[in-house]
T-cell receptor, first 113, second 115 residues
């Protein structure tokens, strides 16, 4: 069963507009969440994270929102740039154990000039 | 500083051959993880080391998969008698313990194709 779900395989936005990527999870034991960005033929690169004790974390153009009651998080990119075009993965951790990352299937973001 | 490196970057194996994939983590990173990423999927956890101790191997799909990290730095993932379903990208990641955050740093991966 897929514990972390990214239901949109792809998203296309115009340069300068907001990109919103969504992620849902089913395991209430997850207490830390991360977003990774991946270009072809490269490994995933860490973008931003959030602990379950917070509901928002911001880093420059990237903001992650967490709604624990809905088991939902989202990544906002404002403004979107063509270089943001990549596959974005949501990942979750249950801290205190092996702290392995549980990933969604990814959303391919295309930012059009 | 240097990131996580993996070798080879690409490997083609005939069904039934054994392969060995190498990971050099970031210097000083205690934790090391292996993931398998099939086409169109997210990475899936295989195994986890803390120093030389393999603390979690719950994700290894069969006893044909074996990982080691004998000196607590470089790790090798070995796949015996490869099958076509083993074709995937194998990602290695490392993490600094007690860093206050949980992000893992990934290498570029090894793309394994079994023919």
């Amino acid at each position: 069963d897929q514990q972390v779900k990214q239901n949109s395989p792809s998203l296309s936005v115009q340069e300068g507009r907001i990109s919103i990527l969504n992620c849902d999870y089913t395991n209430s034991m997850f207490d830390y969440f991360l977003w990774y960005k991946k270009y072809p033929a490269e490994g995933p690169t860490f973008l931003i994270s959030i602990s379950s004790i917070k509901d928002k974390n911001e880093d420059g153009r990237f903001t992650v929102f967490l709604n624990k009651s809905a088991k939902h998080l989202s990544l906002h990119i404002v403004p979107s740039q063509p270089g943001d075009s990549a596959v974005y993965f949501c990942a979750a951790i249950k801290t205190g154990g092996s702290e392995k990352l549980v990933f969604g299937k990814g959303t391919k973001l295309t930012v059009n000039p | 500083g240097a990131g996580v490196s993996q070798s080879p970057r690409y490997k083609v194996a005939k069904r039934g051959q054994d392969v060995a994939l190498r990971c050099d983590p970031i210097s000083g990173h205690v934790s090391l993880f292996w993931y398998q990423q099939a086409l169109g999927q997210g990475p899936e956890f295989l195994t986890y080391f803390q120093n030389e101790a393999q603390l979690d191997k719950s994700g290894l799909p069969s006893d044909r998969f074996f990982a080691e990290r004998p000196e607590g730095s470089v790790s090798t993932l070995k796949i015996q008698r490869t099958q076509q379903e083993d074709s995937a990208v194998y990602l290695c990641a490392s993490r600094k313990m007690n860093s206050g955050s949980y992000e893992q740093y990934f290498g570029p991966g090894t793309r394994l194709t079994v023919t």
